[in-house]
């Protein structure tokens, strides 16, 4: 029992810590703020990789899921609802929830592991003492660039994702459910209202500091050789994925309270 | 003897409940080449990493040319890391850059140099550790003895007062061991550099030292120049050099 109750505190001890540790790194990262501009080639070169090396994985799985939904709702609600009602509630569920929730996964599991992986690999074969060695931050030359880019990129991809979704919903709506364009854009039109892209905006924002910076502090903190990077990826990709469902249902509440 | 570039005094360090150092006193004069030997795993390495203050202390001071590394704020300390260079044991590239990148990363972030001086910067110091044309290769495609060299290069490229050497010739074949030792020698001869290296490779210490410190359970328990240290009774050194499981040293499996 005494073991037990020690491996507990132990765990718990162990997550503070973390939250600690992660905390005081983010905070060495705002520190770093001021010398932005001074890396703008490297993040520059970040959001190319995050940005335009998800776009090819974030159109297939939004297209599918544009479609697939534009398919479910139909067949849940067709019978009790006009079909204009069908398209507001399909692009609506898009924009200020779909769209970001899933694009977000998505992009923890190419994106928050790759920089996992990367920043580990660095760490265990010393590229990072390396760094400092040579009188360069790491904080400043690799993390700076990384969470940035996940910032700025974030929404970006959210955007493109919503747009292929919708259009996959649209086609799908034209070609299977025979509704007309007219009737797809006027539910979009009339139910679907500037607040809810902002809304989605602001969450696909949160969500892509979330992943790089949860990325960021697994692969920076990395230890115990290529195990020890093989378990940071893991952990990162885990604490995004429930990180981005927790933060999602606490901005639905304030941005979306009930009335 | 010339005064101290780097000053180790009374430094402790554990890890865990493993003690590393213990006590441990060290001075490394300018000017001169200090090898540090012991047993794998007896703490070298992190002796090299308090010089360059990658480490902090338990206990004890760490001295860089009269300031006191371990409470320095990191701008100061930065400033510090620019006049030393570090070589790793595995060398430590950049695996996302080239080769010129690698060798230029520092000279692009603490200098103001033009492209074309960059360029001719790198090429030189490519040279002077004997390789030329591999500016674009990427680290994946060089040899382990290669790296080592990019590694070196990349080390003085900001002319360093002060190279460490973290195992500069554990597990490459003797011959590019060799030339790695020369490429040591080579260093302090033409940038008049000091060096510290750790190693447990006996032949090379003996031809690169100038001064050859013997590390033994945390505390460093023999200092002499290469002759002294050919020529000493001390039970803990014979056994070194001869690497004999038979001896004051304990035996760890």
């Known amino acids: ?259 | 003897m010339n005064e101290a570039i780097i000053q180790l005094e009374d430094l402790y360090k554990s890890f865990g409940d493993e003690r590393v150092l213990t006590g441990l006193d060290l001075s490394v004069p300018r000017g001169e080449t200090l090898v540090i030997m012991g047993r794998s795993g007896a703490g070298k390495s992190v002796i090299l990493k308090h010089m360059v203050g990658l480490m902090s202390p338990d206990r004890g001071e760490v001295y860089f040319d009269g300031h006191r590394l371990n409470t320095l704020k990191r701008v100061e300390l930065e400033r510090m890391r620019k006049r030393m260079g570090m070589l790793f044991q595995g060398a430590a590239l950049f695996d996302s850059m080239s080769v010129a990148q690698n060798v230029s990363l520092g000279l692009r972030r603490h200098t103001r140099m033009s492209e074309e001086e960059i360029r001719t910067v790198v090429t030189a110091k490519l040279v002077a550790v004997g390789l030329s044309g591999v500016e674009e290769k990427m680290p994946a495609e060089l040899s382990g003895g290669m790296r080592k060299r990019v590694g070196l290069a990349r080390a003085i490229a900001m002319d360093p007062e002060l190279v460490l050497y973290d195992e500069p010739t554990t597990g490459i074949d003797p011959i590019t061991a060799d030339a790695i030792n020369n490429l040591i020698l080579d260093t302090r001869r033409q940038f008049g550099v000091t060096s510290v290296i750790v190693t447990h490779d006996v032949a090379s210490a003996l031809k690169v030292g100038t001064l050859i410190s013997l590390l033994v359970e945390g505390r460093i328990i023999f200092s002499g120049n290469p002759e002294e240290v050919k020529n000493t009774d001390n039970p803990y050194v014979r056994q070194f050099l001869e690497g004999s499981a038979e001896g004051p040293h304990k035996l760890y499996f």
Not at chain 1, 33 to 47: A, G
Not at chain 1, 155 to 181: H, Q, R
Request: glycine share 8%; hydrophobic share 50%.
């Open chain 1, 1 to 259: 029992m005494l073991t037990l109750f020690s491996r507990l505190g132990e765990n718990v001890l162990g997550r503070f810590y973390r939250l600690g540790e992660a905390s005081i790194l983010m905070l060495r990262v705002l520190g770093e703020l001021p010398y932005i501009w001074s890396m703008r080639q490297e993040i520059v070169s970040q959001m190319m990789r995050i940005g335009i090396g998800s776009f090819p994985l974030v159109t297939v799985t939004s297209l599918f899921t544009g479609m697939v939904l534009a398919v479910q709702t139909s067949y849940q609600i067709e019978e009790y609802v006009p079909q204009v009602f069908i398209a507001a509630a399909v692009c609506k569920a898009i924009i200020i929830e779909l769209g970001p929730v899933i694009t977000a996964l998505v992009i923890s599991g190419r994106v928050g592991a790759s920089i996992t992986a990367e920043l580990g690999t660095m760490r265990v074969t010393e590229q990072i003492d390396a760094l400092e060695t040579m009188a360069v931050d790491p904080v400043r030359y690799l993390l700076l660039p990384r969470i940035t880019a996940g910032l700025v990129m974030m929404p970006v991809i959210v955007t493109f994702a919503c747009v292929v979704a919708i259009s996959g919903a649209y086609t799908v709506s034209l070609l299977y459910l025979k509704m007309s364009g007219q009737v797809f854009f006027l539910g979009m039109r009339q139910f679907v209202y500037p607040y809810d892209v902002y809304s989605g905006l602001l969450k696909s924002f949160i969500f892509g500091g979330t992943i790089s910076m949860v990325g960021c502090y697994y692969g920076f903190c990395t230890s115990k050789g290529a195990v020890g990077v093989g378990r940071a990826t893991t952990q990162s990709v885990v604490t995004n994925c429930l990180l981005i469902l927790v933060f999602d249902y606490f901005l639905a509440m304030l941005l979306f309270p009930a009335v």
